[in-house]
Structure formats: structure tokens, C-alpha cells
């Protein structure tokens, strides 16, 4: 996973990779333009898979996400 900053903009991406090795694909998790996209990390659920975990700003409140992340 890493965060691209352009300017104040801040966008989260992460890459899955296949076991195979071959190439892996890029998906974009999340967008802010008030870089308010932050703290990303791999984590791991009760049954052992793998999470995608960021913090999103909204004004005062801060929304924690997760989304699986799974090889193609």
C-alpha cells in the first residue's frame, strides 16, 4: 500500500500480487483532496485475511476503513 501526494490531494493505493508472481494489479482504495487520507496498513481479520486499514478525515470525525485484500 503507499499514499500519493499531490499538493494537498493525498490518494491511498494498494497493489495485489498474485502467488504466481506475475505482475500485480493497482487499485485505488480511497481519494481525498484535503489530505485527509492517512495511517494505511495491511491487517489480518479473525479468520487470518489480509485487510487493507486507513483512517479518513471528516472534519472533526475520523472514519477507520478496511477493505479485504485478496490476490487476483
Do not use: C, F, K
Not at 492517512?38 to 475520523?62: K, N, Y
Request: charge should be neutral.
Amino acid at each position: 500500500m503507499w499514499t500519493l501526494r499531490d499538493g494537498d490531494a493525498r490518494t491511498l493505493w494498494t497493489t495485489q500480487w498474485p502467488a504466481s508472481g506475475a505482475p500485480g494489479i493497482a487499485q485505488r482504495l480511497d481519494n481525498s483532496a484535503s489530505a485527509s487520507v492517512s495511517e494505511s496498513a495491511l491487517g489480518v481479520d479473525a479468520q487470518g485475511q489480509a485487510l487493507a486499514v486507513w483512517i479518513h478525515m471528516e472534519g472533526d470525525r475520523a472514519r477507520l476503513w478496511a477493505r479485504p485484500y485478496r490476490a487476483p
